[in-house]
């Protein structure tokens, strides 16, 4: 058995060398693509997993960033005070609006105390209606996940490992952004 499992693992280890390649490919590729807002754009030498610490759907039921795997995520921790959320959060409803599919969604998780009536009169007077009213009330997964000011946007990959992350606002509705999501998905398609 034990014989078994260091094979598997070694297996598992080479495989993940030759794909640690063609990842950094990748990466290289998309740091090409950054310009404007997206140059504050780090992305990680290796993907990092993504904790399952749970978080409150807008329908007030429990969820976890698993809900998401199988697609690529633009995941974005945002409170109601948030003076540059403000600005930011139109131009993630518009990428959700211009590029949200079954490859690629927008999610928004507000954390920390924010009441869900303020949370929606925050989208109302932004005009988003396309975006989901996720909360963090307790900030557990804003801390297990390394989020220690707002806004913060992480890219995650369709394991529910983290990619990038942008710490600030940013114009996610910017060609450069949309160039960058696109290249993440069609990567997808075509693997």
């Not at 034990?2 to 598992?12: D, E, M, N, Q, T």
């Not at 974005?76 to 959060?89: D, G, S």
């Not at 806004?151 to 942008?166: C, S, Y």
């Amino acid at each position: 058995m034990k014989r078994l499992l260091a094979l598997v693992l070694y297996i598992g280890l080479a495989l993940g060398a030759n794909l640690g390649a063609a990842a950094a490919a990748d990466i290289a590729a998309l740091e090409a693509l950054r310009e404007g807002d997206m140059r504050k754009l780090m992305f990680h030498a290796a993907p990092k997993p993504v904790p399952l610490t749970e978080f409150e759907r807008e329908d007030g039921t429990p969820g976890t960033l698993a809900d998401y795997r199988g697609r690529h995520v633009v995941l974005n921790f945002w409170a109601t005070w948030c003076a540059p959320c403000r600005a930011e959060m139109p131009t993630l409803a518009s990428l959700q609006a211009e590029l949200g599919n079954e490859a690629f969604s927008v999610v928004t998780i507000a954390t920390g105390r924010n009441p869900p009536p303020a949370m929606k009169k925050f989208f109302d007077e932004i005009g988003v209606t396309n975006l989901p009213l996720h909360r963090d009330p307790r900030s557990a997964l804003a801390r297990e996940i390394g989020v220690f000011g707002l806004p913060v946007t992480m890219i995650l990959d369709p394991e529910g490992n983290e990619l990038a992350r942008l710490t600030g606002d940013a114009d996610w509705n910017s060609a450069s952004a949309r160039a960058l999501i696109r290249a993440l998905i069609e990567g997808t398609d075509q693997g």
